[in-house]
Each structure stands twice: as structure tokens, then as C-alpha cells.
């Protein structure tokens, strides 16, 4: 069985960016565990919120490094890594 582990960087915003409009809440403090979206009015759980958006951007991540491993005629999902050091990224 193949897994594969999705990554997202330690400072993306994750808690703060409404999961269905993609506002972002700039001013929200770690001490507030719910908040309501100013644009859609959707109102958040911080970790919740925080745990889609963390999927989504990994998703989107993998989605992209999937488009960079093709544009190198990189089929394999074992060959991601070979994709970053193809012409096509630099």
C-alpha cells in the first residue's frame, strides 16, 4: 500500500481564512475558538476551519506538484521528487 503525506508550511493561515469564501480574518487572536465569517456569515470553528483549509491547501499542493510531474512526462507517482529539479519548475 502507497501512501502519500501531504505538507503545508507552519505559517500558512489556515484558522484565519474563511473555508467557504476565502476571506481572511486578519485580526483573529488564538483566543478566539469560534468567529463569523464578515462575508458569507458562516460561523467557524477555529479548528475545524483550520483542519479543511490545512486539506485544501495540501490538496492543492499535490494538485500542482501532480501538473509539474506531467509537464516533465513524469507518470509515476513515485517521481514527484524528480519534479522538482525538472527544467520546467526552475
Same mark, same amino acid.
Given at each position: 500500500? /502507497?501512501?502519500?503525506?501531504?505538507? *503545508?508550511? %507552519?505559517?500558512? !493561515?489556515?484558522? =484565519? *481564512? &474563511? +473555508? $467557504?469564501?476565502?476571506? =481572511?480574518?486578519?485580526?483573529?487572536?488564538?483566543? /478566539? %475558538?469560534?468567529?463569523?465569517?464578515?462575508?458569507? =456569515?458562516?460561523?467557524?470553528? #477555529?479548528?475545524? +476551519?483550520?483542519? *479543511? +483549509?490545512?486539506?485544501? *491547501?495540501?490538496? +492543492? =499542493?499535490?494538485?500542482?506538484?501532480?501538473?509539474?510531474? #506531467? !509537464? &516533465?512526462?513524469?507518470?509515476? $507517482? &513515485?517521481? %514527484?521528487?524528480?519534479? #522538482?529539479? &525538472?527544467?520546467?519548475?526552475?
Amino acid at each position: 500500500m /502507497v501512501k502519500t503525506i501531504l505538507q *503545508i508550511g %507552519r505559517f500558512e !493561515a489556515s484558522s =484565519k *481564512i &474563511c +473555508n $467557504v469564501c476565502g476571506y =481572511k480574518k486578519d485580526d483573529l487572536t488564538l483566543d /478566539v %475558538r469560534e468567529w463569523e465569517c464578515p462575508d458569507c =456569515k458562516t460561523l467557524h470553528d #477555529r479548528d475545524l +476551519n483550520a483542519s *479543511i +483549509n490545512i486539506k485544501k *491547501i495540501a490538496l +492543492n =499542493k499535490l494538485s500542482t506538484a501532480g501538473t509539474a510531474g #506531467r !509537464a &516533465c512526462g513524469l507518470t509515476d $507517482v &513515485c517521481q %514527484r521528487e524528480e519534479a #522538482r529539479s &525538472c527544467s520546467v519548475l526552475s
